[in-house]
């Protein structure tokens, strides 16, 4: 993958592009989070303006997707915030729709665009809905993770073992070593805060992280939700000796590609996820 690192930045600090989904969804507004420059790959947050409407289609690439606020409409089907899916290449979800507007991180595997053939499609890999609210939590998943989380899990592909879960934690808990995964990690914090090597995050930060690159150890005062995707492989994880220790309020020290050096910078005081 040609993704450069992200780690971390302010989703808040992106600004909006008009209209860069083009036929694939007309209209709406994206902020970009990263992009691999061979694949067209990418992840983005996607504002739909109230009114929005486009009829179905199969797209050419997976559409994995979480609706922070508001609510669309994916072939009749409502999907509130906290709504989840994965719909792969080649399945025709039907016609898009929001009555009122919202806000949804979605993940496209290639650029954008719609399917000119057929292309089949493994059952197994489609998440047609879930609700965060309903997907139970499951315990530690590591016998060395620090104690005080659980995961909720959203999708794991039956060939590729890339998985989507989200991750809670219980406040003023934190971490003494670092880790290390063999996998791509990207996460989109969804409420709390994080304190890290990389300094403070906020509701709205985003990370794209290459394998095998130490990061924390993290903390955090008030608890938090992770909405983290791993791609390469089951994830694994080594715990090794920090570079430096944890402590709280770390200064900002972000690993930004040059067309995010214009959001570097923090944000205090955030309360929506979006």
């Known amino acids: 993958m040609s993704r450069p690192r992200t780690e ?40 739909y303006p109230p009114g929005f409407a486009t009829g179905g289609g199969a797209l050419a690439v997976d559409d994995e997707f979480l609706v922070l606020d508001g609510e669309i409409a994916v072939g009749g089907r ?17 016609a898009w729709s929001s009555a009122k ?7 496209f595997s290639g650029t954008p665009a719609r399917a000119v053939q057929p292309i089949s ?30 995961r ?25 070593r670092s880790e290390v995964h063999p996998t791509v990690e990207e996460m989109y914090l969804l409420a709390g805060e994080v304190h890290g090597d990389r300094g403070v995050m906020r509701p709205g930060a985003y990370f794209w992280r ?11 005062l008030t608890g938090n939700l992770y909405f983290f995707r791993t791609k390469g492989g089951l994830l694994a994880t080594t715990y090794v000796t920090p570079q430096k220790p944890f402590r709280w309020w770390p ?19 955030v309360a929506a996820c979006w």
Request: proline share 12%; hydrophobic share 35%.
């Open 8 to 47: 971390f930045v302010q989703s808040q600090r992106i600004p909006w592009r008009a209209d860069s989904l083009g036929p694939v969804r007309p209209g709406v507004e994206t902020r970009l989070l990263s992009e691999d420059d061979e694949t067209g790959a990418k992840s983005l947050l996607v504002r």
């Open 78 to 94: 409502p999907y509130p915030a906290m709504s989840f899916a994965h719909l792969p290449a080649g399945r025709d979800a039907g």
């Open 101 to 107: 507007g919202a806000v949804v991180l979605e993940f």
């Open 121 to 150: 499609w493994d059952e197994r890999r489609l998440v047609l809905h879930k609700c965060l609210f309903d997907v139970p939590y499951t315990g530690n998943f590591h016998p060395e993770f620090p104690p005080g989380a659980g």
């Open 152 to 176: 909720k899990m959203l999708y794991e592909d039956p060939v590729t073992r890339d998985t989507t879960w989200v991750l809670g934690t219980m406040p003023i808990r934190w971490a003494e």
């Open 210 to 220: 290459p394998p095998s690159v130490p990061h924390g150890p993290f903390g955090t």
């Open 251 to 269: 200064s900002y020290d972000a690993v930004l590609p040059p067309e995010l050096e214009g959001a570097r910078g923090e944000v205090a005081g």
